[in-house]
Each structure stands twice: as structure tokens, then as C-alpha cells.
């Protein structure tokens, strides 16, 4: 079926578009979060305003950009307003823009034709790299691929038109594998029974014997794993929970009684908040600039802008529970379900090893470079 039909005409930047759906966003996001299923209606409005298109390579029909910054400016801006609206769909666009990079870096003519219809039908896309052992692995040879394994924490299973996966080749470097994502049978959200993220529905997907077409492989072995875009990516999920703490924040200050805003400390406290929100804002900003700019030293910024955001994201959710009080903790407000989900989504893999790095990278050499102007 196609909706590209009954849309309403889009107008506006990405950005001016996503501010208009933060708001309803928010009010099918706490629905979603009580009773959690695929958030189709929250999918929906993404689709209506555009956005799963915006960020499309411009021959699968993304919209025009001046350069690479302008767009990666304007994808940060979407991704932390999505942030804001909902955690849980801004993980799934996430998961979608992240695609569309790897069609726009990796796919041929014929490919971008498809995924231009597949668009235009409303199709949502995800990646799915992560994967319980043995991993998913390409069987057969050149005349008729199949794979075997399952994909674990695969945000959208069931829900998703098409998924990214990483699958190993028994010759080579893993491959990627575009494949459909959306069978009910290969799903299971049994273990999906989480405190945060619920609308995610990040469980398991059975890739077992899925047959693989020749043009369902997207790029070459090795792909995926190419340097520097690949670890300064983190830079677009750190986006998306820096749109939930600065939700956060506007929460605790429209929470704060009149007392606490004529208390110097309940005010010391907020100003502390207000200071780790925008000081990973400006971390994340400046790692977007070294993302669009294909910088060599993204991947070290990408590993320390993780660990400031998720510094930033439990200092607020501190400050704003201390300032709120028990009032932050009832079932059914926002202030509870962005904290909730907050502290699911800044679980990513490897924390203390991409800090490590990072250091490694600093000490090794100066990584802040020459400063020339990024944006
Ligand atoms: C809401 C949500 C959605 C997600 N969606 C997707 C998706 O769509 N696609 C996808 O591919 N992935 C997805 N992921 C998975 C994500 O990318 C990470 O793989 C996952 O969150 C890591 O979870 P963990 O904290 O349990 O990791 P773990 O790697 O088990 O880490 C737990 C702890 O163990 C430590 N640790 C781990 N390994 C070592 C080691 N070798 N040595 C020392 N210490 C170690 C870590 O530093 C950390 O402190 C999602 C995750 C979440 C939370």
C-alpha cells in the first residue's frame, strides 16, 4: 500500500517539520510506553512530515542539502527534536537514518531506484548489527545465498519494513544483507520486557534461512566497518538521547514549584543542569561538524561525546528528580518515562572500552587538531 497519497503536503526544513509533531509525539509516546506495541501512529506522523525521506541520498529522493555539513547540521537537529518528542521513536529513526548512510555511502543505481519506491510506499528501515552467538553467518555461493542466525536488541522486529543486517561470509569480510524485517514469525519480543525504551520492541529476529538475492547485498565485505564513518556514526545516537535530557530539563523546569524557583539551591542545582545539557550539546554538535567533514579523529570524539552525554543524561535525571522530588517518580508522568527511558537507551556496547580508546587516541596525539572551522 502505498502513503504516499494521503499525505499532507510537506513544508518547511526537517527541522521546522519535526518541531511541529514533538508535542503529539509525546502524547502517543507515554500510550506506547503503557501498552507497548509497535508505535505505527508515531511512525506515521514521522512519514507525514517527510522525515523518512529528508535524509535519503538525493537519487532515492532525500531532500537537497547545500553541502555535506548543511545536511549532517540538520540530521542532528531532527534526530535530538525526535529525541525530545519520544526516545523510543527517535531510537527507530535513528535506526532508519542510519540506513539511509549506508545506501547513500554503498548502494548501486538500481538499489537507490528501489529504495526511492520503497520510500515513496512509506518504508522504515533499520540496522541491525548486534547478534547473540554464533552470529548470523551468508550460506551458499554466488547462485543462491541463504543466512543463518538471529539478530538480539533488533529495535523494530516485526515492525520495520527492511533491516541492514550484518551477516558473516564464510570467504571475507561481513557483508551487508538488506532484508525484510517485518515477518511476524521470524519476531519474538518475548524477552523485550524492559523499564525504559518499550515502544522499541528491540528483541529478537530469526534470520534463519532467509534467502538472499543477489541485490538484496548492499556494498562490498568490509563495508560496514569502514573508518572513520563508522565509530563517529555513535555521534547520531548520542543526538537522539540528547534530545531526551534537553525534554528532561524542560520538564524539571515547568515541574518546579514556586519554592524551589525562589531557592537558591534548588536554582544552583537547575543551573547545573542546564550546564551538562548544553555542554554535551556542544560536544555533540562539534561531533556531527567532524562526521560531515569525514574528520580522522571523529571516531575518538564520537567515543568521548558518548561518555559526556551519558554523564550529562544521569546528572540531570539526578538533578531533576532532587529538584522535583517523588512527584518525578508517578507512574504516567513525563518526567518518569524520560528518565526511564533514558537510563535503557545510554546502555550501549562497550562504554569504559570507548572511553579508553578515546583517551588512548588524545595522549597519543592532539586530537582538538588545528581547530579549522568545522561548520
Ligand atoms: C533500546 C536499545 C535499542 C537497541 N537497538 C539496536 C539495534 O537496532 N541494532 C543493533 O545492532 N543494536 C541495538 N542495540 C544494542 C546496542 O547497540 C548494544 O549492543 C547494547 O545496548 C549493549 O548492551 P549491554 O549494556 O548489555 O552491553 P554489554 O556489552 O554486555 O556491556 C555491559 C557491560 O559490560 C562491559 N563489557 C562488555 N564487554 C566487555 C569486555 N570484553 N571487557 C570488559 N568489559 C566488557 C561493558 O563495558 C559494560 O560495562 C540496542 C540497545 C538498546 C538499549
Redesign the pocket.
Known amino acids: 500500500m502505498s502513503f504516499a497519497e494521503n499525505k499532507p503536503a510537506e513544508s518547511g526544513t526537517p527541522e521546522q517539520r519535526a518541531q511541529m509533531i514533538v508535542e503529539p509525539l509525546s502524547k502517543l509516546g507515554a500510550r506506547y510506553d503503557a501498552a507497548p506495541v509497535f508505535p505505527v501512529e508515531s511512525v506515521k506522523l514521522l512519514r507525514d512530515a517527510g522525515l523518512l525521506r529528508s535524509f535519503a541520498p538525493p537519487d532515492a529522493g532525500g531532500d537537497a542539502f547545500p553541502d555535506r555539513h548543511a545536511r549532517y547540521a540538520s540530521m542532528m537537529d531532527v534526530l535530538r527534536i525526535v529525541g525530545r518528542g519520544d526516545l523510543s521513536v527517535g531510537?527507530l529513526y535513528e535506526?532508519h537514518v542510519n540506513a539511509l548512510l549506508l545506501f547513500d555511502w554503498f548502494a548501486t543505481t538500481g538499489q537507490l531506484a528501489v529504495l526511492r519506491q520503497q520510500l515513496k510506499e512509506g518504508a522504515l528501515f533499520?540496522?541491525?548489527?548486534?547478534e547473540p552467538p554464533p552470529g548470523v553467518r551468508l550460506v551458499g555461493a554466488d547462485d543462491g545465498w541463504t543466512m543463518e542466525g538471529a539478530?538480539s536488541?533488533?529495535?523494530?522486529a516485526g515492525g520495520l519494513s527492511y533491516a541492514i543486517v550484518t551477516a558473516q561470509s564464510s570467504h571475507g569480510p561481513r557483508r551487508l544483507v538488506i532484508a525484510k524485517a517485518d515477518e511476524a514469525a521470524r519476531t519474538d519480543l518475548s524477552q523485550w520486557r524492559m523499564r525504559g525504551?518499550r515502544a522499541?520492541g528491540?528483541g529478537i529476529y530469526d534470520l534463519g534461512g532467509m534467502a538472499v538475492a543477489p541485490d538484496a547485498l548492499l556494498g562490498q565485505g568490509g563495508d560496514y566497518d569502514r573508518e572513520p564513518d563508522f565509530t563517529t556514526g555513535a555521534w547520531r545516537f548520542t543526538a537522539v538521547q540528547l534530545g531526551g535530557i534537553e525534554a528532561l530539563l524542560a520538564e524539571t523546569r515547568a515541574a518546579m514549584t514556586m519554592v524551589a524557583r525562589e531557592d537558591p539551591l534548588q536554582r544552583a542545582k537547575f543551573a547545573d543542569a542546564v550546564v551538562a545539557a548544553r555542554s554535551a550539546y556542544l560536544w555533540v554538535r562539534e561531533c556531527a561538524a567532524r562526521a560531515a567533514a569525514g574528520h580522522q579523529d571523529g571516531p575518538a570524539f564520537a567515543r568521548m561525546t558518548r561518555g559526556v552525554v551519558e554523564r550529562a543524561a544521569l546528572d540531570v535525571m539526578e538533578y531533576a528528580s532532587r529538584i522535583i522530588g517523588t512527584r518525578s517518580a508517578i507512574d504516567g508522568q513525563r518526567i518518569d518515562k524520560i528518565i526511564r527511558d533514558l537510563s535503557?537507551?545510554l546502555?550501549?556496547?562497550?562504554?569504559?572500552?570507548a572511553k579508553d580508546q578515546a583517551a588512548i587516541a588524545w595522549i597519543d596525539h592532539d586530537v582538538w587538531g588545528s581547530g579549522d572551522a568545522l561548520w
Open positions: 531510537r535506526g533499520g540496522v541491525w548489527a548486534t539478530k536488541f533488533a529495535t523494530g525504551m522499541t528491540s535503557v537507551y546502555r550501549q556496547a562497550g562504554p569504559d572500552y
